[in-house]
């Protein structure tokens, strides 16, 4: 269902509004659709779970899942508005050293000849769970 | 082999680890660098040697060669050692017994070259053995290789 607008006329008191009744049958309408099951779809979610960005140095946690880049040198990254909970993707190759922050656990091994994805998961305030997966 | 000091403790690794964490982060990927250094083993005799607690000299990390504590008295290691030279030429002669068996069961005389090579043996085992008792030294003792036998 399209998320239904009270009509609210252009001033006050000009009698083009909805009646009151009409209006919070759209309200309650508007609501059971949002209170239900599966309302949320991937359309709905915002960019910063659902884009790719280029990595320069910073993993802002906060602009998109997947960050890619190709290191031509060694590379320390940083990380910013991390949150408990979440789950981000980097994809990187470059055979070159890469440091992200401490890490507490680690899984996985870095392969500098092929594309690697770096999963973190967000586990504490500064801990970070590392896993790699590698193409093939 | 590489090595790191980690608050003062050197620890070794057989090569850099694939994933290293330190106070800067977690690194991956590394080649050589963040505090690795090259471990160079002298080449030493494990018989009357040993390696010292490993060190930082001239930005590799390496080891003394010191002696080994020998606890065996001279004597204990000249008395091993003839031992030793004795399952040896034992273990040889032990090859041809059944020719000196078969002669005394059956009276068929043994072959000339195998009676030859017993006597041999035995000469060598009196010679060395000789050799062994007039050592003075314990690592004399110790590093005296025992020769090799091939009687068929």
Redesign the interface.
Same mark, same amino acid.
């Given at each position: 269902m399209a998320k239904q607008t009270i009509g609210i006329g252009t001033v006050a008191n000009d009698g083009n509004g909805d009646p009151l009744r009409t209006a919070f049958t759209k309200a309650n309408e508007n609501f059971t659709e949002v209170y239900a099951d599966g309302f949320t779809s991937y359309a709905r979610i915002a960019d910063e779970f659902k884009t790719s960005a280029a990595l320069t140095t910073e993993v802002d946690f906060a602009t998109a899942q997947v960050f890619t880049k190709t290191l031509t040198a060694a590379a *320390?990254l940083t990380f910013a508005n991390t949150g408990i909970g979440m789950v981000k993707d980097l994809v990187i190759s470059g055979?070159?050293?890469? *440091?992200?922050?401490?890490?507490t656990t680690?899984a996985g091994? /870095?392969?500098?000849t092929v594309s690697n994805l770096?999963q973190i998961v967000v586990t504490g305030a500064t801990e970070y769970w /590392?896993s790699?997966s590698k193409s093939i | 082999m590489i090595a790191i000091n980690l608050n003062g403790e050197i620890k070794t690794f057989s090569k850099i680890p694939s994933v290293w964490t330190d106070e800067n982060g977690t690194h991956f990927n590394i080649k050589e660098g963040f505090g690795f250094k090259d471990v160079v083993t002298p080449t030493y005799d494990s018989r009357i040697e040993e390696l010292s607690a490993i060190k930082l000299v001239d930005n590799v990390y390496t080891y003394d060669v010191i002696d080994r504590v020998i606890v065996q008295t001279l004597a204990e290691l000249k008395t091993q050692k003839i031992s030793n030279l004795k399952s040896i030429i034992g273990s040889q002669l032990q090859k041809t017994d059944w020719f000196v068996i078969r002669q005394m069961d059956s009276g068929e005389v043994a072959p000339q070259e195998v009676i030859d090579s017993r006597a041999n043996l035995r000469t060598q085992s009196n010679t060395i053995g000789t050799e062994i008792k007039a050592l003075t030294t314990k690592k004399a003792v110790l590093t005296y290789d025992l020769p090799t036998f091939n009687l068929q």
């Amino acid at each position: 269902m399209a998320k239904q607008t009270i009509g609210i006329g252009t001033v006050a008191n000009d009698g083009n509004g909805d009646p009151l009744r009409t209006a919070f049958t759209k309200a309650n309408e508007n609501f059971t659709e949002v209170y239900a099951d599966g309302f949320t779809s991937y359309a709905r979610i915002a960019d910063e779970f659902k884009t790719s960005a280029a990595l320069t140095t910073e993993v802002d946690f906060a602009t998109a899942q997947v960050f890619t880049k190709t290191l031509t040198a060694a590379a *320390t990254l940083t990380f910013a508005n991390t949150g408990i909970g979440m789950v981000k993707d980097l994809v990187i190759s470059g055979d070159f050293a890469l *440091t992200l922050p401490s890490g507490t656990t680690v899984a996985g091994v /870095y392969d500098g000849t092929v594309s690697n994805l770096i999963q973190i998961v967000v586990t504490g305030a500064t801990e970070y769970w /590392y896993s790699i997966s590698k193409s093939i | 082999m590489i090595a790191i000091n980690l608050n003062g403790e050197i620890k070794t690794f057989s090569k850099i680890p694939s994933v290293w964490t330190d106070e800067n982060g977690t690194h991956f990927n590394i080649k050589e660098g963040f505090g690795f250094k090259d471990v160079v083993t002298p080449t030493y005799d494990s018989r009357i040697e040993e390696l010292s607690a490993i060190k930082l000299v001239d930005n590799v990390y390496t080891y003394d060669v010191i002696d080994r504590v020998i606890v065996q008295t001279l004597a204990e290691l000249k008395t091993q050692k003839i031992s030793n030279l004795k399952s040896i030429i034992g273990s040889q002669l032990q090859k041809t017994d059944w020719f000196v068996i078969r002669q005394m069961d059956s009276g068929e005389v043994a072959p000339q070259e195998v009676i030859d090579s017993r006597a041999n043996l035995r000469t060598q085992s009196n010679t060395i053995g000789t050799e062994i008792k007039a050592l003075t030294t314990k690592k004399a003792v110790l590093t005296y290789d025992l020769p090799t036998f091939n009687l068929q």
